[in-house]
């Protein structure tokens, strides 16, 4: 027989694999990746880097649907940085199972780090001292990835019973329209922005 005229493995179909076996539970194993792509565990092996190397595979494959436009710096450095946040939430929102994994494993993918570099640029050209950036990034992340988790969880998280009366938390829970989510991010962004401008204005002193 001669060869297939598409490889039977490579990197972009382990990538699509294990992603899609981390939607449907959270994880991933190499053999579980060999089985369903029909290969030894052994040959796996032979294109990835480990379970880590597969690991940044998929930080590189969720992060590439973050718009990289977002940080032109043709744009005022704020307007950038939120247009970045919204985007960065709506790439891993597609794939929220995949935060937890993602985010206990030091970060090594060049084209991650790119993105970040292109960050830390914008708020040192905005004229934020190199102290105050990643604090800022981190929190900013922070609220990204726990918004991008809440977008997958039912739109009712508190089931009030009569066994724990809660008439102040029940008049508010009925206050709020749908979107939730959405509400409480852009609460939460109007908020670090405030504090990110105060910043760049009125460096805190370390």
Do not use: C
Request: charged content about 25%.
């Amino acid at each position: 027989m001669g060869r297939p005229r598409t490889p039977l493995l490579d990197r972009e179909r382990i990538t699509t694999t294990a992603l899609q076996l981390v939607d449907e539970q959270g994880d991933f194993s190499v053999p579980q990746i060999a089985k369903r792509l029909g290969v030894q565990t052994g040959s796996v092996y032979h294109h990835v880097d480990g379970r880590d190397g597969i690991i940044e595979l998929l930080r590189e494959r969720v992060a590439s649907a973050i718009d990289p436009k977002t940080l032109d710096a043709a744009a005022p450095w704020d307007t950038a940085l939120e247009a970045w946040a919204r985007s960065y939430r709506a790439a891993f929102a597609a794939h929220p199972r995949a935060i937890p994994l993602l985010m206990t494993s030091p970060v090594r993918a060049p084209r991650v780090l790119e993105q970040y570099e292109r960050a830390v640029t914008l708020l040192l050209e905005a004229g934020f001292a190199p102290r105050a950036v990643m604090p800022l990034l981190i929190a900013l992340e922070n609220l990204i990835l726990g918004s991008a988790l809440d977008l997958a969880a039912p739109e009712t998280m508190w089931e009030l019973t009569d066994d724990a009366p809660t008439p102040h938390l029940a008049e508010a829970l009925a206050a709020v329209p749908e979107g939730r989510a959405d509400q409480a991010f852009e609460v939460g962004l109007r908020g670090l922005m405030t504090q990110a401008r105060t910043e760049r204005e009125h460096p805190t002193q370390a």
